[in-house]
């Protein structure tokens, strides 16, 4: 019998220690990483929402638009789209460079540069982004000498969190000038707009 409480009692003991070693609460910390994101490009399609431009086809695309260089009317050339959730505020330049092609070759090679007006207008977007006015570069006359390139900033978030804008642009050629110049014949008019972002 006394063997049986001693169990007992060694029982009890073992059972009070490891209740007393129970006390109290345990906590499991959980956490999450989330990376910013800063998506940016061109495309030939007008994005509406926020989804559509981070989903949507971002980076470098060809407009469809046939640009007529002999008329003085602003001409739709394509869409600018910045999606940003990042820390640090973005800021878009724009380097519009101008149309060129080159009519014949060695020393009979000649080079015209038909300069133009980039502009562009705010589509749809939050209140996060600031959009600068004004355009780039200006529509004259057509030359055989070299033409710089325009650029500005065009704009800058604020805030935190979500900051998304799209931008519709638009290239305005002096239509008249160019047909008094006599612009050679040629489907090989090329030219070049370049954005890009900072993050301060």
């Not at 200006?138 to 805030?159: C, E, I, Q």
């Amino acid at each position: 019998m006394k063997k049986i409480i001693a169990t007992f009692i060694i029982a009890l003991v073992a059972f009070s220690a490891f209740a007393a070693s129970g006390e109290g609460s345990s906590t499991l910390t959980i956490g999450a990483d989330v990376a910013g994101k800063l998506l940016h490009g061109f495309s030939t399609t007008a994005y509406t929402t926020a989804d559509t431009v981070k989903d949507g086809t971002i980076g470098t695309a060809t407009s469809t638009a046939t640009l007529d260089l002999e008329i003085g009317t602003a001409q739709q050339i394509g869409y600018y789209n910045l999606y940003t959730t990042g820390a640090a505020q973005a800021t878009v330049n724009l380097t519009a460079s101008p149309l060129t092609v080159t009519m014949g070759t060695g020393d009979d090679a000649v080079t015209y540069y038909v300069p133009y007006q980039l502009s562009w207008a705010a589509g749809s977007g939050n209140d996060t982004v600031t959009i600068t006015d004004g355009t780039i570069g200006s529509a004259v006359v057509a030359k055989t000498t070299a033409v710089a390139s325009s650029n500005d900033d065009v704009l800058t978030t604020t805030g935190s969190g979500l900051r998304w804008q799209t931008l519709s642009l638009s290239a305005t050629f002096a239509g008249s000038d160019n047909v008094s110049f006599g612009l050679p014949e040629s489907d090989a008019y090329t030219g070049t707009i370049v954005a890009a972002v900072t993050a301060d």
